[in-house]
């Protein structure tokens, strides 16, 4: 009888200790909880050039190549160096002999896209475009192709590139 009573106590020391240890952990855990609170950034939608009017990113099924300027800091890049940092956007030449091209998209006559500066059509003629801008206003330029550029008719048969000022 004594061997099984001395493990008795034995065992109901190490519940007792077990049930101590459980109960700090759980006090540290609920209390730790308590008084915090959990703030979630909740970015705002994107909103999208389409060409015809302004969406959100998420609505938009087709995809597009986008470059947006730093709206602090103006960089003085020129419009080429800046469409030489969009995907599909092919640029070739400097100053006034640059070539821009959309990849893949010609036609026999002209290989240049069509210029739109905030809803007007500015034309094909990138010189002409570069003339009409200043590069540090510029807030996004967003390409469209195939079927995007399709609302421009023929004119954007070679792809549209949008540019949004301030």
Not at 70 to 99: C, H, I, W, Y
Request: hydrophobic residues 35%; charged residues 20%.
């Amino acid at each position: 009888m004594g061997l099984y009573s001395s493990t008795m106590k034995r065992l109901r020391s190490i519940l007792y200790l077990f049930l101590f240890y459980f109960t700090i952990v759980l006090f540290t855990d609920c209390s730790g909880s308590k008084g915090t609170i959990k703030v979630r950034e909740e970015k705002k939608p994107e909103v999208v050039d389409t060409g015809y009017g302004l969406a959100l990113e998420k609505d938009i099924s087709q995809s597009s190549s986008t470059a947006q300027q730093n709206e602090k800091t103006p960089s003085n890049k020129s419009l080429a160096d800046m469409l030489r940092g969009v995907a599909g956007v092919v640029v070739t030449g400097q100053g006034e002999f640059v070539k821009v091209r959309i990849g893949g998209i010609s036609s026999f006559i002209n290989s240049d896209p069509l210029y739109v500066l905030n809803g007007t059509v500015l034309g094909s003629d990138y010189a002409q475009v570069t003339n009409s801008i200043n590069t540090n206003d510029i807030t996004s330029i967003r390409v469209l192709k195939n079927a995007e550029a399709g609302i421009y008719g023929t004119r954007g048969a070679n792809g549209v590139i949008l540019i949004r000022t301030r």
